[in-house]
């Protein structure tokens, strides 16, 4: 008997978790975040709390209470017993938080298969300290004590290595299988707003599962969207797990058309232009590159996204010696002082982000207020506080990113506005979904032709009938 178990996901966009159980065999799919779980009770001031450890997580069903799968120290520091390990590997979809973000909360020891791009963007998740829960290619072990040189009693840190584990990941080649107990996984890489997203075939002689990850069929690799679902019809599965965000919507913008808009826009100012979009999707990094060269511009980028485009070498869609990268003040602001030592300079930033302070290429804001016509700024509401010093005039704000779809995305986009209000900038949209249409769900689970659909990842499981 094949049993699938969807744990997070079913009623909601994102928190995926799906359990797949066949003649003693478990697998999980995706360990996601669930934001709706999340912010129904928490926010950005009520957080779940670190030092129960799994309690609050699973009290406001934020995790799954199951046994076997979950980190022993902290099992350790709830006083539940230590438990064997209950799954035998995890297959992650791509790197997007509801996805993968609970990986941090894992047995150290489960393996666990992606590509490559996601393991690459977890570890720049990871190195860059975004989130509270990042222990995701590593992991230190929390709640332990060391013996110091007095001979007393030390929290372990990331500092002590023997505390830190790597995780056993596994990447995988594009149609590549793995055979793990019952279960053969084949992963097939899709279309989708981030870089390395990917769907799984379950093989079993029981039937086989489809697991569609977040697709879509209008980015650059709509050839790869295309190949999954012919192989998935190929399989002649019993079960798909579909997504489903967009069901209800037959809206359709191709990543070329924004490229496109954004191209026009940069070409019809005279004056500084600013583009916001999601952090790490580098195939909106990548039209907007191609925009703005083609308007005969400079991009610029942020640490962060630097940090990102080197991170990924050759599989980038362009080096970073072809940007300029904007170094912002921070803590004393002494970037921007005259005499000041560079060890001091370098004090104001994070060790990851004091090789970009100085390259060739980097620049501060001194040169946009110089030469603001000749530039193209990746900007979020995050660095928006950069304005003052920039001190923009007849500016132009790209908004490239999705709608908000919380209060509190809501809040930030209205502070968001009176910013650009304050500094006379003008706003434009240019934006397109990173997930199938509703008609495209359709034709697809038309043409996989299952005996069984499994909504997932959608707030409308009753439109798939
Ligand atoms: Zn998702
Ligand atoms: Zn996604």
Not at 22 to 44: A, C, P, V, W
Not at 50 to 55: F, G, P
Not at 297 to 305: A, D, H, S, Y
């Amino acid at each position: 008997m094949v049993s699938i178990d969807v744990m997070g996901g079913s009623t909601e966009i994102g928190g995926n978790k799906i359990l797949v159980e066949h003649k003693g065999t478990r697998i999980l799919l995706d360990f996601g975040m669930s934001f709706n779980q999340n912010s129904k009770y928490f926010s950005e001031f009520l957080n779940p709390r670190k030092c129960t450890a799994l309690t609050d997580y699973m009290e406001m069903g934020l995790l799954p209470d199951i046994k076997g799968i979950y980190r022993e120290d902290y099992l350790n520091h709830m006083g539940r017993p230590p438990e064997e390990r209950a799954v035998d590997a995890v297959f992650l979809s791509h790197a997007h938080a509801d996805h993968a973000q609970y990986i941090h909360f894992l047995r150290f020891d489960i393996p666990i298969y992606c590509t490559v791009e996601t393991y690459i963007i977890l570890q720049c998740l990871e190195n860059v300290g975004i989130s509270t829960n990042s222990d995701l290619t590593s992991a230190c072990e929390t709640f332990v004590f060391y013996e110091n040189n007095k001979g007393n009693p030390s929290r372990v840190t990331r500092k002590n290595i023997e505390y830190v584990h790597e995780r056993d990941f596994h990447i995988m080649e594009p149609e590549q299988r793995m055979q793990i107990g019952s279960l053969e996984i084949e992963m097939l890489p899709v279309d989708h707003s981030l870089p390395g997203a990917c769907g799984y075939i379950i093989y079993s002689d029981e039937g086989n599962i489809v697991y569609t990850g977040d697709i879509r069929f209008h980015g650059y690799n709509r050839d790869k969207s295309e190949r999954f679902v012919e192989k998935a019809a190929r399989c002649r599965p019993k079960w798909l797990l579909c997504e489903g965000t967009r069901i209800d919507s037959n809206e359709m913008n191709s990543e070329q058309c924004v490229k496109d808009e954004i191209e026009r826009i940069v070409a019809s100012s005279k004056e500084l232009v600013f583009v916001e979009h999601p952090a790490r999707d580098l195939y909106r990094v990548k039209s907007i590159f191609d925009a703005v060269k083609a308007a005969g511009r400079e991009f610029i980028v942020g640490l962060k996204l630097a940090y990102l485009i080197e991170s990924f070498g050759d599989l980038a869609p362009f080096s970073i010696d072809d940007v300029k990268i904007l170094v912002p003040m921070k803590r004393w602001g002494l970037l921007c002082k005259n005499g000041i030592e560079q060890s001091q300079v370098e004090r104001d930033y994070s060790v990851w982000e004091r090789d970009f302070i100085f390259r060739d290429n980097s620049i501060t804001y001194e040169e946009l207020k110089k030469y603001p016509q000749r530039y193209v700024v990746s900007m979020n509401m995050w660095e928006i506080n950069q304005l003052i010093d920039i001190r923009p005039h007849n500016a132009v704000w790209i908004k490239s990113s999705c709608e908000p779809f919380s209060d509190e995305m809501d809040i930030d986009e209205e502070r968001k506005k009176n910013w650009l209000e304050h500094f006379g900038i003008q706003l434009f949209n240019a934006h397109a979904s990173g997930h199938a249409s509703g008609d495209e769900i359709r034709d697809m689970i038309a043409k996989i032709a299952p005996e069984h659909v499994i909504p997932i990842h959608t707030e409308h499981p009753e439109m798939f009938k």
